[in-house]
């Protein structure tokens, strides 16, 4: 996670609001309209009370209560107007900030986030990015707000006696800023450490739901119980700790703003009692401080709800501004498939290296087997030759071409990737065979799964095609999520086939009849198959060993 400073996280964040400017501007003026509405009500008050008891006063009793009237309903409007505006903006803001993450995970996908713990960026796409409805709802027309009122009620206060006014900014200054500062400063990085571990725990959860037939078989229920329960205490201990400080914050803001009160009302008494303000002015300035602290109230407040928010927003930020470890290509030339080679590539994980000094070739029209135990880095190559890595060293070439200067959609439509796990969507069986080919036919569909043996079982499904697999395909076998992933590659129909041990999930019938499809393919096709099945190996027409990341 980068380090980023509050103040820089919060103008990274008010950029996004470019586009709302003109509803900022509609709330931030019905606030303080709104609020000069609540602060000149009790001043109406005064002026009323100055007026009954003979004194001479700017506004009649009269008056002072017809324009009492109207502040009152007024400010409700003015309050609705504002926070509508706002929670315009925080909403419409949310659905841009997760297009947002959304356009930057596809970007980043899959390199990075085969390594990213699944459950924390859940908690990032959800929770974290709701948590920032408060600074767009709460926190930007707020700041807005409370500086253009202190400037208009220092202005008012001022103009009694130009002491009391700059008394009255300090007082604003002090409570809107000052305070703010302190308390974010005293709360240091809970809110950040909150938010990191409450993602830790939204991972533990989710991994815990995805292991449970694990967790119950080996009876590991109440380890893992207890895990998470003492995962949650610490949070607890944290948030308690969090709304402790916040509530000794509002004592702190309270007791300065009572401080600033009684200086307010001292130094207007000492200037009427040595002349140089009327017993009006005392009153009213000291009323108009006493009555107008609302909106840097709220600012003061931001000092520790804020901290969750930053946090929130930090780790928003980390993944907009991540670099993808692969950059697509955009080129207008496209190449066809003419085979592929690999020459003395080298690639580590971190310190770790997977692969040293391989190379091989895979012409066109042929199958190519890999073999290899659990661990050897057959499938890093099969990643590397879709450019889901980056080569540290040596070259992976497509058509004669360097891949790095190959078109990223057109690698795309050149190739079709089969893994060990094939991910199924909460849809219908038919629109997850149609994601390889969103134009497809449904005799293609069909054709295709026919060739991955896997048409026959659909049909003795209740709905054929149209039955529901559940979340992951938790519904159906790995044989059978295997052959639906095979069919997949079948339809996108793409010259290049990767299977990364298409048959391990296959009993022997199965696996024979789809490795003649393949065997079948071979006329149009190349195909590189990694498999530790000697079987599977015999329809490869060259097959390579990849031992200890090395190739033989």
């Not at 008012?156 to 400063?185: D, M, N, Q, R, T």
């Not at 199958?367 to 890595?389: A, D, E, P």
């Amino acid at each position: 996670m980068k380090k980023r400073s509050n103040l820089r996280i919060c103008l990274q964040l008010i950029q996004l609001v470019k586009p709302l400017t003109g509803f900022m501007v509609l709330a931030v003026t019905q606030g303080v309209l709104g609020h000069l509405c609540a602060a000149f009500i009790t001043i109406l008050g005064c002026y009323a009370l100055l007026s009954v008891l003979g004194f001479q006063a700017a506004v009649s009793a009269g008056a002072a209560f017809a324009a009492a009237v109207i502040f009152v309903l007024a400010r409700g409007l003015l309050r609705y107007g504002e926070q509508a505006c706002n929670h315009y903006i925080a909403f419409k803001l949310l659905a841009i900030l997760r297009d947002k993450v959304f356009r930057a995970l596809r970007r980043l996908s899959p390199a990075k986030l085969e390594g990213r713990d699944r459950g924390d960026l859940i908690a990032v796409i959800t929770s974290d990015i709701e948590l920032l409805e408060v600074f767009y709802a709460h926190t930007i027309s707020p700041i807005c707000i409370a500086f253009l009122m202190s400037v208009i009620m220092g202005l008012y206060i001022g103009s009694f006696h130009w002491g009391l006014g700059l008394l009255a900014v300090a007082a604003y200054g002090v409570v809107g800023i000052a305070v703010p500062l302190f308390i974010s400063k005293r709360s240091g990085d809970d809110g950040r450490q909150f938010r990191a571990e409450s993602g830790d725990l939204s991972s533990f959860v989710l991994d815990s739901l995805r292991g449970l037939s694990e967790i119950i078989q080996y009876g590991a229920g109440k380890e893992r119980l207890h895990q998470m329960e003492e995962r949650t205490r610490k949070l607890g201990v944290q948030e308690e700790r969090m709304k402790k400080l916040s509530g000794e914050n509002g004592a702190l803001t309270n007791t300065v703003i009572l401080l600033f009160d009684m200086l307010m009302l001292s130094a207007a008494l000492l200037l009427y009692d040595a002349g140089a303000l009327s017993f009006e002015g005392a009153l009213l300035s000291a009323v108009a401080l006493m009555s107008s602290f609302g909106p840097v109230v709220a600012l003061a407040n931001l000092g520790s709800t804020l901290q969750n928010t930053f946090g929130a927003g930090e780790r928003v930020l980390d993944i907009l501004e991540e670099e993808p470890v692969t950059k697509d290509v955009v080129s207008a030339e496209r190449i066809a498939f003419t085979g592929a080679a690999v020459s003395h590539v080298t690639f580590d994980y971190g310190e770790e290296t997977v692969l040293s000094d391989v190379s091989a070739d895979i012409p066109a029209g042929e199958i190519v087997g890999i073999t290899g135990r659990s661990g050897s880095g057959k499938s890093t190559l099969l990643r590397l030759l879709m450019r889901f890595w980056q080569v540290g060293q040596g070259q992976i070439r497509i058509s004669q071409r360097d891949i790095d200067t190959v078109d990223t959609g057109n690698l795309r439509d050149l190739q079709s990737l089969v893994t060990q796990e094939t991910h199924l969507f909460h849809d219908s069986i038919r629109e997850n065979l149609r994601i390889a080919k969103l134009t497809a036919t449904d005799e293609e569909i069909e054709a295709a799964c026919r060739r991955a043996s896997v048409h026959d079982f659909i049909m003795t499904l209740p709905k054929g095609y149209d039955t529901p697999v559940g979340e992951l395909g938790d519904t159906l076998s790995g044989g059978e999520r295997q052959r639906i992933g095979l069919a997949r590659a079948f339809l996108h129909d793409a010259p290049f086939m990767l299977l990364d041990e298409p048959t391990s999930n296959l009993d022997s019938l199965n696996e024979a009849v789809i490795l003649k499809s393949l065997s079948e393919e071979r006329k149009g096709r190349t195909v590189v198959l990694v498999s530790h099945r000697e079987s599977t190996m015999r329809i490869a027409d060259r097959t390579y060993s990849v031992e200890n990341g090395r190739m033989s």
